[in-house]
């Protein structure tokens, strides 16, 4: 499991986590929601150690503060909201920079698999900064793939924290995206991430942490934690959610706020 405890982080002077204390399960799928400004990437930046916060976060039973880089990178990939490149690498060179730190680092063809995993085939000699932003996404995930490419090694379990990991991407690539992260938890991973839309989060989670004003205020299954009074209170808009009659999926719908 991915056990965070009190997370407390400022900015400065200024609080913007306060004690957040939640659980991730591997085998599936935990996505952060909550309106801009709520927190949720600071949030998963203190779960990565990317931001420095007091309190205290476990992954599969062992202290992440007490683990060397090396042990974390081999448990776990991340997927920061935005990366830069200053130099001219070639889209496999910045895939590859994944198995530099990963347990099968001698592994040259995940590079092609995981290209393939994220619709990159043919790419691998193109420059990253010749992509489109949703192709340089889509080779960031990638990356971050191969680092960790089998869910389950020796019996423990590795771990996706994706942040927006679908921002850049049109319908049919954000939906191949939920299928990848969805098979990564199906095959015994544990996936933590960061999603805006409320739809699409309905079809990727197991379970909902739903955020707001640096707080916590819930988690648990989507049809316990995303209400129709939850939504309009973290969100400050009347939203109605439902399930659908043939599929029986939630789904929330935002006619209810109006746009006159």
Wanted: aromatic share 6%; glycine share 10%.
């Amino acid at each position: 499991m991915l056990i965070s405890n009190d997370i407390r982080v400022s900015l400065g002077k200024v609080p913007v986590l306060h004690g957040i204390s939640a659980a991730a399960r591997a085998g599936e799928v935990t996505v952060i929601v909550g309106p801009n400004g709520s927190g949720k990437t600071t949030l998963l930046r203190a779960l990565t150690g990317d931001v420095a916060f007091q309190g205290r976060v476990c992954l599969n039973g062992q202290d992440c503060a007490r683990l060397r880089p090396w042990e974390l990178a081999a448990l776990r990939g991340v997927l920061p909201q935005a990366s830069a490149l200053a130099f001219p690498f070639t889209v496999a060179e910045v895939v590859r920079l994944g198995l530099t730190v990963a347990t099968h680092a001698n592994r040259a063809e995940l590079v092609v698999r995981a290209l393939g995993a994220v619709d990159m085939e043919g790419f691998a000699r193109r420059l990253y900064q010749e992509l489109s932003g949703g192709q340089q996404a889509r080779v960031q995930l990638a990356r971050v793939l191969v680092q960790v490419w089998e869910p389950v090694v020796a019996g423990v379990p590795r771990w996706l924290f994706l942040d927006e990991p679908v921002a850049s991407l049109d319908i049919a690539h954000q939906l191949a995206v939920v299928r990848l992260m969805r098979d990564f938890a199906r095959r015994g991973g544990g996936v933590v991430t960061v999603l805006h839309d409320l739809n699409l989060t309905a079809m990727a989670a197991d379970r909902v942490w739903l955020m707001d004003q640096g707080r916590l205020t819930g988690q648990g299954a989507m049809a316990e934690v995303l209400t129709d009074a939850a939504l309009e209170l973290a969100y400050g808009c009347p939203l109605r959610v439902g399930r659908l009659p043939a599929l029986g999926g939630w789904f929330a719908l935002p006619q209810a706020a109006g746009v006159a």
